[in-house]
């Protein structure tokens, strides 16, 4: 075992005695310091006869029971600092010190699926033209490696896709520019259906990309036939990451508010409240940003059990300047 990966694990099973001793079950995030989670990515794989990485892009090989962390890291004013190693890190999977560490990167080059959902509902009418060409310029500048891959849906009572899987930046614009706004707010529809028919992948063995939704709404659902949770549960399943932008522009932050910063903050994103719809664009830099600046952790879990179970990961890093944001947990696969 090399010196980091002694490390990582030596400094997770000193958190795990030092939990045990604090709290008898389960890591809470109640530590000093901000302690986000994490989930695995036994991720999706490009299109048959596609290439899978980018020219010096980390060649990683999951094995079913191993578990890809996607995390980001932040000083206290929110700059990001891809910079750190292995060794600044402590790591828990399902309250256990990781069996092994397998690689580690910083600056990650991994292929991106990101999903656009776009709400279409009446209620955003006014300000909908500004989401479109926001979406357009994210596309422009985030989609430049030619593994990368993106799909377009917009949603209001029910959920469209107008641009499946593809990099071609004509076709997902020609996607975004076809909503057309009306109806009513399926926001936990449309989160369930594109982790479950776009972003969730079953197979494992398979090599990692990072997965991401980008939701356009103002999180007031009023038809939805799913329940947060289970939108939530999804994503994890699917190993996904919410990065949402509420299009509400008052100053009070509403209950539609709240359920997007509960989808990011469990999936691992974040949420962005941009005061202007001017400044939507804004928003987009910066999930841009955060994108470029990734770490990917790959390691199997210690007593892994094929059940089907949600197992929580708790990372954080040891120097306490620093917050850890990733998943809470991911589900192991079923034998």
Same mark, same amino acid.
């Given at each position: 075992m090399n010196r980091k990966t002694t490390g990582l694990v030596f400094a997770a099973a000193f958190l795990s005695a030092a939990l045990a001793a604090q709290q008898p079950a389960t890591p809470a995030a109640s530590q000093a310091g901000q302690a986000a989670q994490t989930t695995p990515a036994p991720q999706t794989a490009a299109p048959a006869g596609e290439e899978q990485t980018d020219v010096g892009a980390p060649t990683i090989k999951l094995t079913v029971n191993e578990v890809n962390l996607i995390f980001t890291v932040t000083d206290k004013h929110g700059r990001y600092n891809p910079n750190l190693q292995q060794s600044d890190f402590a790591l828990l999977d399902d309250s256990k010190a990781p069996a092994k560490v397998k690689s580690f990167h910083q600056q990650i080059n991994l292929p991106l699926r990101v999903g656009i959902l776009i709400d279409t509902s009446t209620s955003i009418?006014?300000?909908?033209?500004?989401?479109?060409?926001?979406?357009?310029?994210?596309?422009?500048?985030?989609?430049?490696?030619?593994?990368?891959?993106?799909?377009?849906?917009?949603?209001?009572?029910?959920?469209?896709?107008?641009?499946?899987?593809?990099?071609?930046?004509?076709? @997902?614009? %020609?996607?975004?520019?076809? @909503?057309?706004?009306? #109806? #009513?707010?399926?926001?936990?529809?449309?989160?369930?259906?594109?982790?479950?028919?776009?972003?969730?992948?079953?197979?494992? #063995?398979?090599? *990692?990309?990072?997965?991401?939704?980008?939701?356009?709404?103002? #999180?007031?659902?009023?038809?939805?036939?799913?329940?947060?949770?289970?939108?939530?549960?999804?994503?994890?399943?699917?190993?996904?990451?919410?990065?949402?932008?509420? %299009?509400?522009?008052?100053?009070?932050?509403?209950?539609?508010?709240?359920?997007?910063?509960?989808?990011?903050?469990?999936?691992?994103?974040?949420?962005?409240? *941009? *005061?202007?719809?001017?400044?939507?664009?804004?928003?987009?830099?910066?999930?841009?940003?955060? @994108?470029r600046s990734q770490y990917a952790l790959t390691y199997t879990p210690a007593d892994f059990k094929m059940d089907g179970s949600f197992r929580t990961i708790y990372l954080f890093c040891n120097d306490r300047h620093y917050q850890v944001r990733a998943r809470k947990g991911y589900f192991a696969p079923r034998q």
């Open positions: 009418r006014s300000r909908f033209q500004f989401e479109q060409q926001s979406a357009n310029e994210f596309f422009l500048e985030m989609l430049k490696s030619k593994n990368d891959r993106a799909f377009v849906m917009g949603f209001d009572s029910t959920a469209t896709v107008t641009q499946d899987w593809t990099n071609n930046i004509d076709g @997902l614009e %020609t996607g975004v520019n076809r @909503l057309r706004p009306g #109806g #009513g707010t399926a926001v936990y529809d449309a989160v369930y259906t594109a982790c479950r028919d776009k972003l969730l992948d079953v197979s494992r #063995g398979q090599e *990692p990309t990072r997965k991401a939704i980008i939701l356009l709404s103002d #999180g007031e659902d009023n038809v939805s036939h799913a329940y947060l949770d289970e939108a939530i549960k999804e994503c994890q399943r699917a190993e996904t990451i919410i990065y949402a932008i509420s %299009t509400n522009w008052t100053p009070s932050r509403g209950k539609g508010d709240q359920k997007l910063t509960q989808m990011a903050k469990d999936t691992g994103g974040q949420v962005f409240f *941009p *005061p202007t719809v001017e400044e939507v664009s804004n928003s987009f830099h910066d999930i841009e940003e955060e @994108l």
